[in-house]
């Protein structure tokens, strides 16, 4: 290979290293904005320096894009998101003045269908700015995300908030899931069980009791 083949594929390959940084590094600058409470342009600004400082001092695993964004459905996402935090501030509001220190909490295990880091770590961030869920704990392994969720007290309301998170990640799916995963998504609303990720690699590779099983297995799998 001559130079300027050489130095084609390295250009190549930055170019490949920017585009696949550029995703994290808009969500780093959207969640700095949040946490702030501050969406105002110089402290997005503030906030994308930060991002890139970040990504250029620790090692940041590429996100894989599905491909497709359906801007109305995050529009319609958006508005639902703002009533959520609505709700659920009163709820919390309520539980606190009726409830008080009696209110029982729970720490719920919710399996996810996608594999996917960049939906995981959309879900995750989407429960923490709703008032009264908190993830405490992400099994990347399982696609599995651990939430302190208020107000708990039995098995149906454990499912209830179960169910909730995982109609979060369906409408996040419809936003910007793979093409596959939407169409799982289509099924499901047609009448088929939900198959969470950790139902997939159990079935291909049979049950497995850690996070760490369950990501060796997916490497075994991965290399056949």
Not at 7 to 17: E, F, G, M, T
Not at 27 to 47: E, I, Q, T, Y
Not at 92 to 119: E, F, M, Q, Y
Request: aromatic fraction near 6%; charged fraction near 20%; hydrophobic fraction near 50%.
């Amino acid at each position: 290979m001559d130079e300027s083949s050489k130095d084609a594929s390295r250009h190549d390959r930055r170019k490949l290293n920017v585009l696949q940084k550029l995703p994290l590094l808009i969500w780093l600058v959207v969640v700095w904005g949040a946490l702030w409470r501050d969406f105002s342009l110089g402290n997005l600004v503030f906030g994308a320096l930060i991002a890139l400082a970040v990504s250029h001092a620790f090692y940041l695993p590429p996100i894989e894009l599905s491909g497709r964004f359906n801007v109305p459905r995050a529009v319609v996402f958006l508005g639902w998101f703002l009533k959520q935090v609505t709700v659920a501030s009163f709820h919390v509001l309520r539980w606190a003045i009726v409830k008080g220190p009696k209110i029982r909490n729970a720490v719920i295990a919710v399996p996810l269908r996608s594999p996917s880091d960049l939906l995981m770590t959309a879900v995750g961030h989407v429960l923490s700015l709703i008032p009264g869920s908190l993830v405490v704990e992400v099994d990347r392994g399982a696609a599995t995300l651990y939430v302190h969720a208020m107000n708990a007290p039995t098995p149906e309301s454990v499912e209830e908030v179960r169910r909730g998170i995982q109609d979060i990640e369906a409408r996040l799916i419809q936003i910007m899931g793979t093409r596959a995963e939407l169409s799982a998504l289509n099924r499901e609303r047609a009448g088929a069980p939900m198959v969470a990720h950790i139902d997939t690699v159990r079935a291909h590779i049979g049950p497995f009791n850690s996070a760490a099983g369950v990501e060796k297995a997916e490497r075994e799998q991965g290399g056949q």
